[in-house]
């Protein structure tokens, strides 16, 4: 199914019609444009792969089908397992698009900034550790990439995220957010803490390993801090 985020409609060539309606472009990153719209009439989100100029056409495509493809599993099995996600509607690995459900709620990001009351951060940490959980890390994580809804904080946009992730890319997770933190959000100078105190919460619960994970977080604090 040919993607364009300028058509409205849904008649699709030859006078096929298709289960997807596009409304509105959302964000237009390096690697992907995202856009809001519907999936037989239920409200989802379409990303597709940007082209990169400055690669070989031949590579480009490669690392976009190879993208692509990672993001949909990692969404099956966040699927699958019961865990907090956006849910897998349909993908095109040839042509580099994936649709999703969209997730209802505000970012994470402008929750905080809003001084939203609670403790969000926990909440964070307990979504990353049911991620972590099953092997997956996310690779991008900030609290612009999670959504507060009435479940929970729902993370969003796995489209660096590893299906077989090791213990230094779950530890740079945890890094990616103290960054994030830091920056955006040093008006909460315990939100950290209080992200690890979620991620520790019921320790033997899903046979994790979260304290090494938090371990190698602070290991790489202490590499960066060493380095800089």
């Not at 049911?130 to 612009?144: A, C, E, M, Y």
Request: net charge neutral.
């Amino acid at each position: 199914m040919p993607f364009k985020p300028s058509n409205l409609g849904l008649v699709m060539p030859h006078g096929i019609w298709s289960p997807w309606a596009s409304a509105a472009v959302i964000h237009v990153g390096a690697e992907a444009e995202v856009v809001s719209g519907s999936w037989i009439g239920r409200p989802a989100i379409l990303k597709k792969r940007v082209s990169r100029g400055y690669r070989h056409p031949k590579l480009d495509r490669t690392l976009s089908r190879q993208r692509i493809f990672a993001e949909s599993r990692i969404l099956a099995r966040l699927n699958e397992r019961g865990i907090l996600a956006p849910k897998l509607l349909s993908m095109d690995q040839e042509e580099g698009w994936i649709i999703m459900s969209e997730v209802i709620g505000p970012t994470l990001l402008s929750a905080l900034m809003d001084g939203a009351e609670g403790d969000l951060e926990v909440e964070l940490g307990k979504s990353l550790r049911s991620v972590h959980s099953q092997g997956i890390s996310h690779g991008d994580l900030t609290t612009l990439n999670a959504i507060v809804t009435l479940d929970g904080v729902v993370l969003i946009d796995y489209g660096l995220g590893r299906l077989v992730a090791e213990m230094e890319h779950f530890g740079l997770d945890l890094h990616s957010l103290h960054e994030c933190l830091s920056a955006h959000h040093s008006d909460r100078p315990k939100a950290m803490n209080k992200v690890i105190q979620g991620y520790l919460l019921d320790p033997d619960s899903d046979g994790f390993d979260g304290k090494s994970v938090v371990d190698r977080f602070e290991s790489i604090r202490g590499r960066v801090r060493y380095h800089a």
